[in-house]
């Protein structure tokens, strides 16, 4: 009994101490963060450069919220198949409409977002994802059938989407110096891809322009959520396209649990989302036991898990090309595009769980999954592949001259 006594005196404070040792851990590399990067003062974001924009923003993607990011990304593309005008083009060019291109868009549209996320602003590969991406937009947007409204929404979604995910599922919320980071960094995205800002009452040849990013995220914030009250309506494409890009989402469930997935992905929306999309909401237990999921998470992040290391960073992408200039995706959730049939990738864990869901594993199919990765100036629907280098060329050099990783706002 006295054993067991002097047991619980010693191990007591040690099980108290750790969940507090864990949260200052956590709460270290924030404080890192803004002693690195100081601007101390509202006044003082005007002078915030896009390199260290993106470098805050790098931090939060592959450090502090990798999981909790990425899902953001994909829920702001998901999001804007609520708005008919965006749903009906997909259906139309059947990319995100049909099961057979579904998949390969959605890899597509990862790869070309990952690449200009994960490297400088003033890198070949930024350069080249985002005269892909604006090449790839060029002729819908010349033809009127992409609209300039349609283009900023989208855009002011990668900003908008991480920053909500995060405040609502994370172990903690963000400071306005990374909000202002996310809003610099997005708003010179939309400079190299040519996407007006007249809409926003500090943008076009009347305003007065913007003052910083913040400045810049909350305008976009408060004229993405008017545009969703006008914009964002029930329609059949909207659901048609939503349908197939659920099916990417729960790809690696088992087939039995599909509806469960299915209601986790209506949980994840707002109601205005769901009505757009002609979703149900999920039955109140099975919001309960979601929400108790998220809380439990954000309970253990942040007092029972260490920070993430440097060298667990969360990478989907190869750092560096092969002899052939060709990337490859280092991970997959869906299908396995871009992915390298190694050893390791055809027996890890994920391998496995793949294998036993009756998935395809990397280099499963012979080229269909293209096993030997990407060119970034290839990327997009098969019928693209191969061309636009004129294009891209011009758009490239247009990006050397702009894009030099100084401040957007100057």
Same mark, same amino acid.
């Given at each position: 009994m006295e054993s067991n006594t002097s047991v619980l005196v010693y191990i007591t404070p040690l099980l108290l101490a750790y969940p507090l040792? /864990? @949260?200052? &851990?956590?709460?270290?590399?924030?404080?890192?963060?803004?002693e690195r990067y100081h601007f101390p003062t509202r006044e003082s974001f005007s002078h915030m450069t896009d390199d260290q924009a993106w470098e805050i923003q790098k931090v939060l993607a592959q450090l502090e919220f990798p999981f909790i990011y990425i899902k953001a990304l994909q829920f702001a593309l998901f999001r804007t198949y609520g708005i008919p005008s965006i749903s009906t083009v997909l259906t139309k060019t059947t990319q995100f409409s049909h099961p057979a291109t579904s998949l390969k868009r959605y890899?597509? /549209? @990862?790869? &070309?977002?990952?690449?200009?996320?994960?490297?400088?602003p003033s890198s070949s590969r930024a350069y080249t994802s985002l005269a892909r991406t604006r090449f790839l937009h060029a002729a819908y947007r010349a033809s009127g059938t992409i609209r300039e409204d349609d283009m900023l929404y989208t855009l002011g979604l990668f900003a908008i989407q991480p920053i909500r995910f995060i405040e609502r599922f994370e172990w903690r919320g963000l400071s306005d110096l990374e909000k202002c980071a996310i809003?610099?960094?997005?708003?010179s995205v939309g400079d190299a891809l040519a996407i007006t800002y007249d809409a926003l009452p500090s943008g076009g040849p009347?305003?007065?322009?913007?003052?910083?990013?913040?400045?810049?995220?909350?305008?976009?914030t408060a004229w993405s959520d008017a545009y969703e009250e006008r914009c964002m309506v029930p329609h059949i494409k909207n659901r048609e396209t939503a349908d197939q890009t659920t099916a990417v989402l729960v790809y690696m469930l088992?087939?039995?649990?599909?509806?469960?997935?299915?209601k986790f992905v209506s949980f994840m929306m707002d109601e205005r989302l769901r009505r757009a999309m002609l979703y149900d909401a999920p039955p109140p237990l099975y919001a309960t036991v979601f929400s108790a999921l998220l809380n439990t998470r954000w309970f253990v992040l942040r007092y029972l898990t260490p920070p993430r290391p440097y060298f667990m960073r969360y990478m989907s992408l190869t750092e560096t090309p092969d002899e052939d200039n060709r990337i490859f995706m280092t991970q997959w959730d869906a299908a396995p595009y871009y992915v390298k049939p190694s050893l390791w990738n055809r027996w890890s864990p994920t391998a496995w769980v793949t294998w036993i869901l009756g998935r395809p594993l990397p280099g499963d199919e012979g080229e269909r999954y293209y096993p030997r990765g990407y060119r970034i100036e290839d990327v997009g629907p098969r019928y693209f592949e191969g061309k636009g280098g004129k294009s891209m060329e011009e758009f490239v050099e247009e990006l050397k001259m702009a894009r030099t990783g100084g401040c957007p706002f100057h």
């Open positions: 040792l /864990t @949260s200052l &851990l956590r709460f270290r590399r924030h404080h890192n963060l803004h890899s597509d /549209t @990862s790869a &070309l977002i990952q690449e200009f996320i994960a490297h400088s809003g610099t960094f997005w708003k009347n305003g007065k322009g913007f003052k910083d990013g913040l400045h810049w995220l909350e305008e976009i088992p087939r039995s649990l599909h509806h469960v997935g299915l």
